[in-house]
Antibody, heavy 120, light 107 residues
Framework: QVQLVQSGAEVKKPGASVKVSCKAS????????MHWVRQAPGQRLEWMGW????????KYSEKFQGRVTITRDTSATTVYMELSSLRSEDTAVYYC?????????????WGQGTLVTVSS | DIQMTQSPSTLSASVGDRVTITCRAS??????LAWYQQKPGKAPKLLIY???RLEGGVPPRFSGSASGTEFTLTISSLQPDDSATYYC?????????FGGGTKVEIK
């Protein structure tokens, strides 16, 4: 069965960077894209970007362009999301989510989420 | 960016009631719409995609429909396990955008 297991919670200071991992299993990793979506407290879900797990191509939301980098390690079937220049507004739960087939598409499996807290 | 507007933001209904949630897109998205269920402290779960296709394993009391830029999620007979927040999401273009959510409470 498809599983996406994310790394643990992080606490960072403003201006720092955070890197969250998402280990995929149960499907052919390189066949499907992986998205990152975040949810700030009490806010709606917000799409950040995706990576083609096969060729490594990426696409980012303009809101995060220049601050977010999504990479993958095919041998480890793991996708990473790094967000830099953190500010308090970046405090949120970050999710990886597998694309359902033809990017863009529905998000058919989600990781459990990683809470990132930005605080001085 | 495409704006997705959900209504109502909260609703309270009794077990067995028929419940309807609406999502309106700011422009045409054809049928490229998904519905998710999210319970507190958990990740969203895909319920419906392409406006009306039921994801595998999802109970048939959930259904979706579309009319122009207005989309509807219906729960035909509300169950206690359906207490959650529901989100719509368009996937016709980037950035992918989500509705503001509808919190469904059981009376």
């Amino acid at each position: 069965q498809v599983q996406l297991v994310q790394s643990g919670a992080e606490v960072k200071k403003p201006g720092a960077s955070v890197k969250v991992s998402c280990k995929a299993s149960g499907y052919t990793f390189s066949t499907y894209a992986m998205h990152w979506v975040r949810q700030a407290p009490g806010q709606r879900l917000e799409w950040m970007g995706w990576i083609n797990a096969g060729d490594g191509n990426t696409k980012y939301s303009e809101k995060f362009q220049g601050r977010v980098t999504i990479t993958r390690d095919t041998s480890a079937t793991t996708v990473y999301m790094e967000l830099s220049s953190l500010r308090s507004e970046d405090t949120a739960v970050y999710y990886c989510a597998k694309d359902g087939g033809y990017v863009p598409s529905r998000l058919d499996y989600w990781g459990q989420g990683t809470l990132v807290t930005v605080s001085s | 960016d495409i704006q997705m507007t959900q209504s109502p933001s909260t609703l309270s209904a009794s077990v067995g009631d028929r419940v309807t949630i609406t999502c309106r897109a700011s422009q045409s998205i054809s049928r490229w719409l998904a519905w998710y269920q999210q319970k507190p402290g958990k990740a969203p779960k895909l319920l419906i995609y392409e406006a009306s296709r039921l994801e595998g394993g999802v109970p048939p009391r959930f259904s979706g429909s579309a009319s122009g830029t207005e989309f509807t999620l219906t729960i035909s007979s509300l169950q206690p396990d359906d207490s959650a927040t529901y989100y719509c999401q368009e996937y016709v273009t980037y950035p992918l955008t989500f509705g503001g959510g509808t919190k469904v409470e059981i009376k």
